[in-house]
């Protein structure tokens, strides 16, 4: 933060400019009382004034001007604190105005009794190892063909709900993603415009004989890797998107019970073979933790599998 006279143009020292970047108020530091004798006047200082609850260091830039008659105003009751300095060191919870920050909305993904619900207790974990003599491109493209068909159909399920006016942000919790178009451009768009991109993109690729080859003996492009892990990246924000903002809508259709199942089963593939970087799906921690500790999954995120390559670009945005 800035004062207003760094606003408006002006300049001051280096000290001063140190004790402004912590203040929460606008061109002002919050601190101790000092005697006229400890703060010379010059140009470019500082002077005291004292409110009935703080005292300020006001900044002047420039001119002589002498600090006013009532500069060295009593100190505070003893036993008095001030608030906005308890805020400012981190003691109060509140902030200045006396409000409490909003508490944080509960998620009812989390509840015991919609967790434990599963369409199979199949264990997930030897179901996405790499078979023998299978070729790891082909088990790559098997699953994350079939995985976009299945988040696409289980999305459609909420569709209806998920409108521009419900959902003006492709938002996850408090994290916010945005769309890059093949120019690297950044858009901001709603959460079903997110999605449309991201379907529409993934469905491209996935029918593309150069990129995913269907027919024996036509080989994989030398960046297919990456394009899995760009499209399990997607395919994991749209998750994410159902589970914060339409677990109610998918909890009163009775469907939980199939995006438990497939978010396990998910979750287990990409780990296994590395394909997003932990730090994008750090944001659902709390619910991977609950729904893959019965599958044999590691508590720190980071798979077993055949890949050995970095995961993807982050480009979450956070607010």
């Known amino acids: 933060m800035v004062c207003g006279s760094h606003r408006a143009g002006g300049t001051v020292s280096a000290e001063a400019c140190r004790n402004i970047s912590s203040c929460p108020l606008p061109g002002v530091y919050l601190g101790g009382r000092r005697s006229r004798e400890q703060a010379p ?18 900044i002047e830039h420039g001119g002589d001007t002498q600090p006013p008659a009532d500069a ?32 944080e909305e509960k998620k009812l993904y989390l509840e015991p009794e919609y967790t434990k619900s599963r369409i199979t207790d199949f264990e997930f974990k030897e179901l996405v190892m790499l078979p023998r003599e299978i070729d790891l491109n082909e088990w790559l ?50 959460a079903p415009q997110y999605v449309d991109f991201v379907m529409s993109s993934v469905q ?19 960046s297919f890797e990456s394009l899995v892990k760009k499209i399990c990246k997607y395919l994991f924000h749209v998750l994410a998107h159902i589970y914060s903002s339409h677990f109610k809508e998918t909890l009163a259709l009775e469907l939980h019970g199939h995006l438990n199942t497939l978010y396990t089963h998910f979750i287990l593939f990409i780990r296994e073979f590395n394909l997003v970087d932990p730090k994008e799906t750090t944001i ?3 619910l991977t933790e609950v729904l893959c500790s019965s599958s044999g999954s590691s508590s720190n995120g980071s798979g077993n599998g055949s890949s050995n390559s970095a995961g993807a670009q982050n480009h979450v945005k956070e607010r």
């Open 72 to 103: 060295e105003a009593a100190p505070q009751p003893p036993g008095r604190r001030d608030p906005a300095m308890d805020w400012l060191m981190g003691k109060s919870k509140g902030k200045p105005n006396g409000k409490k920050p909003a508490p």
């Open 41 to 58: 006047r010059s140009a470019g200082s500082r002077k005291l004034r004292h409110s009935s609850t703080h005292t300020i260091i006001v």
């Open 284 to 286: 659902m921690d709390d």
């Open 204 to 222: 491209k690729l996935v029918t593309d004989e150069d990129v995913f080859p269907t027919k024996y003996g036509k080989e994989f492009p030398n």
């Open 141 to 190: 493209a098997s699953n994350t063909t079939t995985f976009f068909h299945h988040i696409n159909l289980q999305y459609s399920t909420i569709s209806e709900f998920c409108t521009g006016e419900s959902c003006q942000t492709m938002a996850v919790c408090n994290t916010q993603y945005y769309w890059y178009d093949e120019r690297g451009k950044k858009i901001k768009c709603t």
